[in-house]
């Protein structure tokens, strides 16, 4: 079987090499000069564990090839990012997924199958892509096969995910979703789940809104219980207690290229009735705000305060830094006049110090990503260097009274310090 993958980035890369891996001939395509020099030269351009290795695999024996142009083949699965539109309800933007389908069609031919990963909203299949290749004379699920197979992975464990976890189907026929289920059971050894297009699209969109709106939760519990002098942490801890209910950690904001964009997907099409929603998606994009706030708080009355960020990517031991609150705290901080330094081990431009350096002469330390080399630092080593050793721990990673020259900081003790 030879698949052309229209999208190299977190999502498209692994699935071309996944596919490749089985024995598929496999073209990966990108519009990035930059991105196929780099996997050419023997590089990838992302960080995910296992993936480079395995690119290398897949290059050697012959399996995988890049360029900038589609080549003919048997399926062609389109993995390009879909962000917010700008607009007034931030719908899904899909000229590049458009634009990709545009882009194939001199290259296809009677029986072929298309399949778009990228995360769409509900009903674009049907509405939008579709009559791209009607127009070109297609008659889809009889001389052309066109489905929706969305991922569902967690970046750091994205190969392992691919493989095991399960796959929705979503044709626009049921012979569209037959096609595309082959295509798939290629190498997935979870189960398939096969159904229509426009119920595929919307149950990826609600599976990153079911966890969007319950951080939602989370956040505003921590500003309630900041505000009525309760540990926010101990209280969602003995909550937890009970047999069915899972509140999660409150943090500085929800970021990546699902959680805080797919929600909107479903609100745009229905801002009348989807109300929960887009409340979910206010209260974790004022996240931000709040620890900016809280910040200027505790140095409040400090001539010229030394701020240090920990983390500028959106999820621990990742480099993407896609929507990631981290950066846009960062920002904020930067714009009210603060001399903020930033470390991130996962970030080259951002890794030049060690943490120990960039601490020095410093007033507070602020924790915006959970990746494991932030909870393995020494920090009473750290309190020795900074002029005020003070840690606001935004995502709950420092145990409490482990280090005793810090004063920790956390969601659960905020607002004895503000």
């Known amino acids: 079987m030879k698949l052309c993958v229209i999208g190299l980035g977190y999502i498209g890369l692994p699935t071309a090499v996944m596919f490749a ?3 598929c001939d496999v073209t990966g395509v990108d519009t990035s000069e930059k991105v196929i020099n780099i996997l050419e030269s023997g590089g990838v351009h992302i960080e995910e564990d296992g993936l480079n290795d395995i690119v290398r695999n897949c290059f050697d024996s012959g399996k995988l090839r890049v360029s900038t142009k589609p080549v003919a083949a048997d399926v062609y699965i389109i993995a390009v990012p879909t962000p917010n539109a700008c607009d007034k309800c931030l719908s899904c933007d899909i000229r590049m997924v458009i634009a ?3 882009e194939i069609l001199p290259y296809l031919s009677k029986n072929n199958t298309v399949i778009v990963e990228s995360t769409v909203a509900p009903r674009t299949l049907e509405d939008y892509i579709k009559p791209v290749f009607e127009k070109a004379g297609y008659i889809i699920g009889k001389t052309l096969y066109l489905a929706h197979c969305p991922e569902r992975v967690l970046p ?5 995910e691919m493989r095991y976890n399960n796959r929705i189907v979503g044709g626009i026929t049921k012979q569209c979703t037959e096609h595309a289920a082959k295509v798939y059971e290629t190498f997935v050894e979870g189960k398939i789940i096969k ?3 426009k119920t595929a699209e919307i149950a990826k969109c609600m599976e990153n809104t079911y966890r969007d709106v319950n951080i939602a939760l989370a956040n505003e519990l921590a500003k309630v219980c900041g505000e009525l002098d309760i540990n926010c942490l101990e209280a969602i801890r003995i909550a937890n207690e009970h047999p069915r209910v899972n509140i999660l950690s409150p943090g500085p904001g929800v970021g990546g290229h699902c959680l805080a964009v797919d929600p909107y997907f479903i609100y745009s099409k229905m801002p009348n009735l989807a109300k929960l929603i887009k409340t979910g998606r206010d209260i974790n994009s004022t996240m931000p705000y709040y620890v900016v706030e809280k910040t200027v708080e505790l140095v ?3 001539e010229k305060p030394k701020i240090v960020a920990f983390g500028v990517t959106y999820k621990g031991n990742i480099d993407d830094t896609r929507e990631s609150p981290a950066i846009k ?6 714009a009210d006049g603060f001399q903020v330094e930033v470390y991130d081990p996962h970030v080259r431009e951002k890794a030049k110090q060690t943490p120990y350096q960039i601490v020095k002469q410093s007033d507070l330390i602020l924790i915006l990503t ?7 630092i020494d920090y009473n080593m750290v309190a020795g260097l900074m002029r005020r050793p003070y840690v606001f721990d935004t995502r709950n990673i420092i145990e409490d009274d482990v280090y005793s020259s810090i004063t920790l900081i956390n969601y659960g003790n905020l607002f004895e310090f503000v």
Do not use: Q
Not at 370 to 376: M, V
């Open 21 to 23: 891996n089985s024995g």
């Open 100 to 102: 990709a389908c545009k």
């Open 156 to 160: 750091g464990r994205i190969l392992y």
């Open 195 to 197: 159904t229509d297009a």
């Open 300 to 302: 409040e009355g400090i």
């Open 329 to 334: 705290i960062i920002e904020l901080l930067k």
């Open 370 to 376: 959970d990746h494991d080399e932030f909870k393995e």
